[in-house]
């Protein structure tokens, strides 16, 4: 008797819990999709949608930079090298300022050991290419003079965040996209 | 059919060898319609699968190719068409190259006898109903030959139990569908439904309890003949790789996958001219029907929809159920839809002894198991409305929203772009 | 029970004064490597000890000692203490017995062991590597490891493009497109 | 079918699952030897993700190896990072600011639920149903927007640092946090009703693959598979660390409710019990969220004491362990990685005895086996 009972228990357990999991997935029919669907039905570029502290692709201001080298000691990897010379004065020359992003993980430790700010994390992150060399930037187009630590209040301008890696890896951004936004569909330039 | 070639044949006052050919060209043609027809079907439910279980899955699916995506599914034929059609090394070469031939037959064939409306039918056989049986159990071989041709193991055990599958839930599927026949008096799919109504009580499904069992039996094992979730063991993907089609590619696997989805039209087709009263519209005799064009597009119209309804609940259960084990598979057949539809046959044969037709009885049945259908049916929309009032959605009758769009995050962010990047001492808020 | 009445115990039952030390969850005895099993079956069963569970199972190269430190995590659910069982290898030959009939847990561990540090396991069932490829040369976890320069053909470090010097003046850029575009 | 071999006079065909297959998470392999469905033997290799972990942390600093910590396990880095960082600490004698300890708390919580959403989804998706897998990353996508927002990345976080964490929360980003729980909570019925009472997932993991309590400790499972197993024990109860003594929650444990205890369908609904708790969780640190500093003073260059230790935190997969030996220096002279996943590898081979190769899947999904965790 009760393995009949179990039998008919069986059909009605399969029965209501299958029925109660079509319910489910019928009323997401009827409900919004949550997709957002990158790259070009954004309301605006991808990259504004990402909060502050989205720890892109890293980029360097030279105009600020030291050359003191504190972000390529610390970081893990290895994989940023800052060297500086002397010009023929005999001052010191800031010469080489080079991130390999290829190697890059984003841990954002070179960023905290700025004293200046000079190296920061854009929200870039689509530096496809076809070669992964491609992807070691010299931020360095000459020697230079490093900058001076600034007094408190008289930093100098900063670059709007994105333009310096922009410039940097031309070919490896996609060219302003469609933005279901409209207008400002240029995604991460100076706005 | 062959009504049609006498009628040519005399009006054109053709020789018996041209009547021959005559036949013979017309018989050609109806096949290739048939067989476009049941491909452009197949095609088109791929994109209903595509956008089904994308909107399922909170998902947009496919949107790009054509309005709302509907070309989606010729490029993905083209694409098919294009790529290579690899044949491993160590494959058992014919068996390879033939096992997807088997299977489209096997479906498309049975497309002859869907009676899509009063008068559109290829092919009225008097043994309608036996020769879908026998015609859609060719898929096994093809699928075996499938298994065992490609000389891989995965490939070896998804054609095993296919075939396991497919004859064990031949019992089942027949049994039911002979309940129905036992009703009807006939094998032949036109006078299945023309024996119901327009109205649902007059349906074989709600007139008596028995049919309206034997409909969820058939249905079910439909689905498993068909390969599909939550019987879609030959193919599992998460246990045999692809099962049986591992190691096909390009249109030779495009052959097993439209086989599939035209099966899937094919067995709510089936259920609904069986089970749900066909192309007959409630309210129109078929005597009415048959002088009208418009009443024949409209019966037309009211089959596909019946048939389309039974895609999108075999689409859904693919989205929502997960797969049976091997040995649950055979005990669910076995232990419980083989001795239910037999049930269902003896009791829908008692019926039609015990129960005189026409009577105050069996309408005042078919009444209530309308009744008792809309209770169900009123659950169920009661269990899917409490869903969204409990995760808070909303509801959105946009069937084909096209996503989410997200605000940004804070548009000042450039303002504040140097504090955030300043090197912070221990303590200092961020 | 408290790390030090352990190490007591453990000693009672063993018959020997044991080098102990730590504090808290991280006490440790050390064993002579020849009793090293019986020590282990002396913790799993002991009564009281009741270690039945082997957290982990590692070691420590210390090629200025000459020696490798073997280091058994131990834990009891029953009594809620844990301890360190350790023991010192010879670097040269170092060997030492399986664990795997007190604690099936010990039989992977001992595997990665063997192939990280080159200990030999006596009477492991199924000595075979984990982790690595089977001809995988020397045993990486060692201070003195170098890794080979090549496996199979296959070299084992990827191009460093910053280990090239600065490319002199001018834009450098690297896109994909060549020429590069002007920024 | 060159390779079926006859074994004492019994027919054997041995199929190689992976390292490519559709269930086989992450890069790994299983030789299995079987008599048509049924397994006879199946055996796991591992090491395809093997990056050498251990060995890289003897040089790096100690802050440098931080980041590597989130790629242990890429689906539990906070619960890795708060593991090194407690074994430094203890080795440092420092004591974290209890607001960073919260804040740990808080993301280990929603790192914790987002693992189980993976695992979870793992499991329904290896027995079939793909959708549940669709929206448990829907829900996962949310706590991945949670993270980024405060730590910067989704995956990787790198949120944690000696002494403390890298970023405070605002308020904003509190209540964003608390929003998620509530709606959470809500959606983890429909994901009942949809798949954890659905009958064919019932039968598919009652009763399959149990895992009594004494061979799980044997073993050395942790976390939700040795509870599944009905062995009560829980770090965060039972060996209290970082904010949790003050915080009520309740450990679940297996009790065999449709097959016996520790089945595979007694380690799904553990994780989707702890999904509950740790929202419980999530919410009460946030209420007990203290003010006040969140890194503690810690020098520049560090140097640690020579010395050991054995740090261990409940992870997503239970206790992950760091023993860390410090011979003076800036570099760690030695850290070894304890993982759930390695634990929980090595007992596939004596539970899949005699399964059919349907249930060995489910077996692997519902232990919840991360092979990078495995490999390190």
Known sequence: MSAAREYFAAIRRAVFSLADGLSVTVSYLLRRPVTIQYPDRTAQPVQRLLPERSRGLLEVDVERCTACGLCAKTCPIDCIVVETGKDAAGARLHTRMDVDLGRCMFCGLCVEACPTGAIRHSREFEGGMARVENLLVRFLDAPRPPAKPPKKGEEPPEKPAGSIIRSRLPGAFAPARRCAGGPDAKPGGAA | ?430 | MNPTEIQERLGQRLGASLECGGAGADAFVIVPAERWLEAARALREGEGLDFDYLRSLTAVDRPAEGKIDVAAHLFSYKRRHALTLKTRLDRAAPRIASLGAVWPAAHWHERELWEMFGVAIENHPDLRHLLLPEDWPGHPLRKDYAMPERYQGIPTRRPAPLAEPAAGTGPTNTGPKNPPEAP | MSEIVETAGREELILNMGPHHPSTHGVLRFVLHTDGEIMRLARPDIGYLHRGLEKLAEGQSYPGYLPFCDRVNYLEGIFCEQAYAMAVERLLKIEVPPRAEALRTITAELNRIANHHICLGCISMDIGAYTPFVYLLRERERINDLMEALCGNRLTYHYLRLGGVAHDADDAWLKNALAFVDKFERVIPEFESLIGKNEILVRRLAGVASICGADAVAYGLVGPNLRASGVDWDLRRDAPYSFYPRLSFEVPVGKGERGTVGDCYDRFLVRVEEMRQSCRLVRQAIEKLPAGDIRAKVPRVLKIPAGETYACVEGARGELGVYLVSDGSDKPYRLKWRTGSFAAMSIIETVSRGLMIADLVALIASLDVIAPETDR
């Not at chain 2, 008068?119 to 109903?129: E, F, N, R």
């Not at chain 2, 002979?178 to 109205?199: D, E, F, K, R, Y």
């Not at chain 2, 076995?334 to 003896?346: E, I, K, Q, S, W």
Request: proline share 5%; hydrophobic share 55%.
């Open chain 2, 1 to 430: 059919m062959r009504a049609l070639a006498e009628y040519l044949a005399a009006s054109w006052q053709l020789s018996p060898l041209g009547r021959e050919l005559l036949s013979a060209g017309l018989i050609l043609l109806t096949a290739i319609v048939v067989f476009a027809v049941a491909l452009l079907i197949a095609a088109l439910l791929t994109w209903l699968e595509r956008r089904v279980a994308g909107r399922v899955q909170s998902r947009v699916g496919p949107n790009r190719v054509g309005p709302l995506g509907l070309l989606q599914w010729l490029a993905d034929g083209l694409k098919m068409i294009l790529k290579e059609d690899v044949v491993p090394a160590a494959a058992d070469r014919p068996l390879f190259l033939l096992a997807p031939y088997p299977v489209m037959i096997g479906v498309f064939a049975a497309f002859a006898t869907v009676p899509f409306s009063q008068l559109l039918i290829a092919a009225d056989l008097d043994v309608g109903v036996l020769y879908l049986i026998a015609v859609t159990s060719l898929v096994v071989v093809g699928i075996l030959m499938a298994g065992w041709g490609s000389n891989n193991k995965w490939s070896l055990l998804g054609g095993i139990r296919s075939a396991a599958q497919i004859v064990a839930y031949e019992v089942p599927a027949a049994l039911a569908l002979l309940s129905v026949v036992v009703m009807a008096g006939t094998l032949s799919l036109q006078s299945i439904v023309a024996a119901q109504g327009g109205w649902p009580w007059e349906w074989y499904l709600l007139r008596t309890p028995f049919g309206f069992v034997a409909f969820f039996i058939y249905f079910t094992a439909a689905v498993a003949e068909g390969n599909r979730t939550p019987f879609d063991l030959p193919e599992a993907e998460s246990e045999l790789v692809a099962g049986y089609n591992t190691e096909y590619s390009g249109i030779r696997f495009g052959g097993f996958f439209l086989g599939e989805f035209a099966n899937i039209y094919l067995m709510s087709a089936i259920a609904s001219a069986l089970f749900f009263g066909g192309w007959q519209i409630p309210g129109v005799t078929p005597a009415e029907q048959v002088g009208s064009v418009w009443w024949q597009a409209l019966g037309f119209l009211v089959f596909v929809a019946k048939a389309g309804v039974g895609c999108l609940v075999v689409i859904l259960l693919r989205w929502t159920f997960p797969r049976l084990r091997v040995d649950q598979l055979t005990a669910l057949c076995y232990r419980y839809l083989a001795p239910g539809a037999f049930l269902c046959l003896v009791g829908n044969a008692l019926w039609i002894v015990l129960v005189p037709a026409g009577s105050l009885f069996e309408r005042m049945v078919g009444y209530g198991m309308t009744a008792v259908a809309a209770a169900l049916g009123l659950w169920f929309v009661l269990r899917m409305r409490r869903h969204m009032v409990s995760t808070g959605d909303r509801l959105d009758l946009d069937l084909f929203a096209r996503g989410h769009t997200r605000a940004a995050f804070d548009p000042a962010w450039q303002a504040r772009a140097y504090g955030r990047f300043r090197r912070r001492r221990p303590g200092e808020a961020s």
